[in-house]
């Protein structure tokens, strides 16, 4: 090492502002906040998070009076005057954790803040004062200071008076210096680029005290000494390698004395005492606060670890004063002598993490702290309704932006600009990957389900549904999703059905959104101005409550409500005043007869997240002093806790088909679930299948084979499940309505069902509607119900092809008949066929039927293929007569009228159709020519749509004649249409 006076000054360094002006302005301090009111009965105060690694540091300490840099409850580092007997009192300066510089000299600091505006603080009288701008300070004196005149490179020494004295440098100082310099009543000390100099006020010539020093700096000056300190560095140029060291030497000069400090932050001197703080090689995380302090003797020997995590040091008379931030235990400032010993002097109020936003189950609390405007960390712990507080589990975040927290049944959603995450708190398992879903909504959820961005999000099967479109605001419970849009309409919809509904309509063209609530069948509905609205989630308004306050965000979160309670925070109650940020938490029961707002507890507000959750019955919220609170809900009533998706089959068939041979039931609970949940099997009162530890965290879930407690099977019947489960709190699990309970039949038989249904469409109906019945063939018991599934084909005929389709369900219904309309199909399609079986409610499916086949008649007046489909010779009138097939009819009385139908069927049966008459006389019917078959269509009373003739032929398509013999006396025939049939 080189060390020693030179013969000239060779200055480089830094400017850092412009030229002084000579008045100071006189700037009040600012008292610290009024301490919150008392808590309600029961509130359980969650620990306080505190900022390890961004405590308290002193920056000054004169005559028992320190000047500390530190946060407010809100997170606002400010400069705050400290005595250790009165409270601590703010003065104007402000910043965060790493925007203050300083230079202290006795009991005169300067200091800047955020910006670039001055102060002057003295300890002893506590009055602060604001330097004009344009200051470059250099150094703090005991009555003034020192600057640099920017234009001229020269120092000028600011005195207490007013007045300014140049100082003689023997150089002109370029525009840069390293570091702020350390001044006494003496002179001023200055750490440049090369080199450390002292400046003497006297007038005599200044002093280089070191030099060949790459970037000197943290100069401190005490009694005849002056002290600095040069990082670690790699040999460059004529400079050697040199580990970080703290160097002491004489103002006069001589040979500096070092000392190895690696990782300095702050140093300090006395006459007898070198002190320095810094941090640890190898740590880098703030959790574990890796500060360390250590002091030596004037000479640099005797060095000795502090044993304190100390976060500054600054001298104070003979001493230093150190303040120590972690851990807990030893937070506080110490004066310590060169023995290294600390004696506590004062205490410091660890610092309180800000809580940016938090999300509560009714059992899991996830909180998010921020360090200024960006998210630090998030974690969750569950909380007892006995106070018990659990481990917190540190969870992900995708980025430093704030946040958005939803806690959905042991489940927490984190959302962070374009990115969100869903972390299971029951497995333990870290999500999936960042999802990529944006923030257009506050994320809220209930069951299986989340609404992240505008999508509708399933725990394990991602997007579920369509988007909501337009949304701003939205609720979720169970499979429905309600979500306003910026005009104040509220639309609800579920993932099988879209579009959505309008429930609620605009309010204005833009900018109105409303807040929602929804709990069970009940929604929230606060528009921007006008009351509280109650509705179903139909949209019909039930009634009307007091309005609740603007939400004051453009995407408000979901209002908090349960079981007919709402809660929320007025941002300006009595006493609080308007934007403080400091409201009043309040609840309201919607169920009494005339709702009226109960004043819970002091709270904070933060629009754009949630400001209180309502879960089990207990209340969570943020204090005036940023620790989070959950107390229970003071209305005296229980609020219940329901199941948000339910689904339980009503039977089941363990016949070993594999065909819902095991009944499964899945229940999700509006709040988690805590302790043992069982689900017991029913026959009457006779528990014969019991179920333990069937759930954990609010979702329970069972499978039933069929079989009994002992292992053997259970008899067909009707069975009852009973779940009994209860939260945190000791509520138990309910429907709406009363127990959670349901039936559930139980049937390895099958059931056979038979079908009926005319063989001509003709013999049941004028107009082609086919009339179809079915029923089981035997006896059901009442605890079974059955459904049918009913199908039917149609046979495709062309010249040279035909075949019959495939079975299609046309009915799935517990009725026992319908009337089938072919033109819904096919139209033109004149024969089908139909079978059926049945299906008791669990699965027991029983066989399919035999097969019934209905022929359509080609009628009288039809056409094929855009022609006439019979052809008529000889005289024929067609008559439109009700009752005949499809209305109409030809008649003929003439023994010269003849009709003749070509099928385009390959059939094996032809009938004919006509109507029967007292007046009507005998035909005779060719089936593909030959000698005829005389018929007689006489009747003593009109009979419609009556199959006069019926042939059985060899497969094939046929030509069917119809010629009238004109009998005497009654001449007449009605012809309605043939049949053929395959």
């Not at 609020?639 to 689904?647: A, T």
Request: hydrophobic share 40%; aromatic share 6%; proline share 8%.
């Amino acid at each position: 090492m080189r060390r020693g006076p030179a013969s000239a000054l060779t200055v480089i360094g830094a400017v850092v502002s412009a030229v002084l002006a000579t008045l100071l302005i006189a700037v009040p301090s600012v008292a610290a906040p009024a301490a919150p009111p008392d808590d309600p009965p029961g509130t359980v105060v969650l620990p306080a998070q505190l900022a390890r690694g961004l405590g308290s540091t002193v920056v000054a300490s004169h005559g028992g009076q320190q000047l500390l840099w530190q946060p407010d409850d809100s997170g606002t580092w400010s400069l705050w005057w400290h005595d250790g007997v009165g409270p601590d009192v703010r003065t104007i300066v402000k910043g965060d954790t790493t925007t203050l510089t300083s230079s202290v000299s006795a009991s005169h600091v300067l200091a800047r803040g955020r910006g670039s505006a001055w102060y002057s603080l003295d300890l002893e009288t506590r009055t602060v004062a604001a330097l004009p701008s344009g200051v470059s300070v250099v150094a703090a004196t005991p009555d003034g200071w020192v600057e640099l005149d920017r234009p001229t490179g020269q120092l000028r020494r600011h005195l207490g008076d007013g007045s300014t004295v140049p100082l003689v440098c023997g150089c002109i100082l370029p525009s840069t210096l390293s570091s702020l310099g350390a001044a006494d009543a003496d002179g001023v000390a200055l750490t440049l680029q090369g080199l450390v100099a002292w400046v003497p006020f006297d007038g005599t010539t200044p002093v280089v005290v070191a030099s060949d020093q790459v970037q000197p700096q943290l100069a401190a000056v005490a009694g005849d000494d002056v002290a600095w300190y040069t990082p670690a560095h790699v040999a460059s140029g004529t400079f050697p390698a040199e580990p970080a060291l703290v160097h002491r030497v004489a103002k006069v000069g001589g040979s500096p004395v070092s000392v190895e400090a690696p990782d300095v932050r702050q140093l300090a001197i006395t006459p007898g005492v070198t002190a320095w703080v810094g941090t640890r090689p190898g740590s880098t995380t703030p959790d574990s606060d890796p500060t360390f302090a250590r002091v030596a003797r004037a000479d640099l020997t005797g060095v000795v670890d502090v044993g304190l995590n100390a976060a500054s040091v600054v001298p104070d008379g003979t001493d230093v004063v150190m303040a120590a931030r972690w851990p807990v235990e030893r937070t506080g400032i110490y004066r310590v002598s060169a023995t290294g010993v600390p004696t506590r002097i004062g205490d410091l109020r660890p610092p309180v993490r800000p809580v940016g936003a938090f999300a509560f189950d009714g059992l899991n609390l996830a909180v998010e702290v921020t360090a200024g405007t960006r998210s630090s960390e998030i974690s969750s712990q569950p909380v007892g309704a006995d106070g018990t507080i659990g481990p917190a589990r540190v969870l992900p975040k995708p980025s430093s932006f704030p946040v958005r927290l939803a806690a959905v049944d042991s489940h927490v959603v984190v959302q962070a600009g374009g990115a969100s995450a869903v972390v299971d708190l029951t497995s333990g398992s870290s999500p999936r990957g960042w999802l990529g879903y944006g923030d257009d909504v506050h994320p809220e959820g209930a069951g299986d389900a989340v609404v992240l961005g505008n999508s509708w999000v399933g725990w394990d099967e991602g997007p579920i549904g369509p988007d909501l479109e337009g949304a701003v605001t939205a609720v979720v419970w169970g499979n429905e999703a309600v979500w306003g849009t910026t005009r104040g309409e509220v639309l609800r919809s579920d993932p099988l059905h879209w579009p959505p509904v309008r429930v609620v309509p605009p309010a204005c063209t833009a900018g109105c959104p409303a807040q929602l609530g929804l709990w069970g069948d009940q929604l929230l509905v606060q528009p921007t101005t006008g009351p509280l609205q109650i509705r179903t989630l139909t949209g019909a308004l039930v009634r009307t409550a007091p309005a609740l306050p603007a939400s004051g965000s453009a995407k408000p979160p979901a209002l908090a409500v349960e079981d007919g309670v709402v809660a929320w925070v007025d941002p300006s109650p009595d006493g609080a005043g308007s934007g403080s940020g400091v409201g009043v938490l309040r609840v309201m029961d919607l169920r009494a007869a005339d709702p009226v707002p109960v004043d819970v507890a002091v709270a904070r507000r933060n629009p754009d997240v949630r400001a209180v959750e309502l879960r089990d019955g207990r209340l969570a919220w943020v204090g005036a002093d940023l620790r989070v609170r959950v107390a229970p809900l003071p209305l005296g009533r229980a609020s219940r806790v329901v199941p948000v998706d339910l689904s339980a089959p009503t039977g089941f068939s363990p016949n070993g088909d594999g065909n819902q041979d095991r009944w499964t039931l899945h229940v999700t609970t509006s709040v988690p679930t805590l302790g043992p949940v069982t689900v017991d099997l029913l026959s009457g009162s006779q528990v014969v299948r019991h179920f333990a530890d069937a759930g954990t965290a609010g979702r329970i879930e069972v499978t039933w084979d069929g079989l009994l407690d002992g292992g053997g099977p259970a008899p067909d019947g009707l069975y009852t499940w009973r779940v009994s489960a209860q939260t945190a709190r000791g509520t138990d699990v309910t429907s709406l309505k009363g127990p959670l309970t349901g039936s559930v039949a139980l049937r390895r038989s099958r059931p056979v069902a038979a079908l009926t249904a005319p063989e001509v469409s003709t013999t049941a109906s004028s107009s082609g509607l086919v009339p179809v019945s079915w029923r089981t063939t035997t006896a059901q018991p009442a605890w079974s119900r059955i459904t049918y599934e009913v199908q039917t084909r149609s046979l495709y005929a062309a010249p040279l092809e035909q075949y019959w389709n495939s079975w299609t369900t046309w009915a799935q219904t517990a009725a026992s008949g319908r009337t089938f309309d072919p033109r819904t199909y096919e139209p033109t399609t004149r024969h089908w066929q139909f079978r059926v079986r049945a299906v008791a409610d669990g699965g027991a499916v029983g066989p399919w039927s035999a097969i019934r086949t209905v022929n359509i008649p080609l009628d009288d007046a039809s056409r094929r293929y855009g022609y006439p489909a019979n052809t008529y010779s000889g005289s024929w009138s067609a008559q439109h007569v009700a009752g005949a097939f499809m209305s109409s009819q030809h008649r003929a009385n003439n023994a010269t009228a003849y009709v003749i139908t070509f099928e385009d069927l390959d059939s094996r049966l032809v009938r004919v159709l006509a109507t029967r008459c007292p007046t009507c006389g005998k035909v005779r019917i060719f089936v593909d020519g030959g000698r005829g078959y005389v018929v007689d269509t006489y009747a003593p009373t009109v009979q419609r749509r009556v199959l006069i003739f019926r042939k059985t032929v060899r497969s094939g398509f046929h030509t069917i004649g119809v010629q009238n013999l004109a009998t005497r006396g009654r001449p007449f025939f009605y012809f309605d249409g043939t049949v053929s049939e395959p």
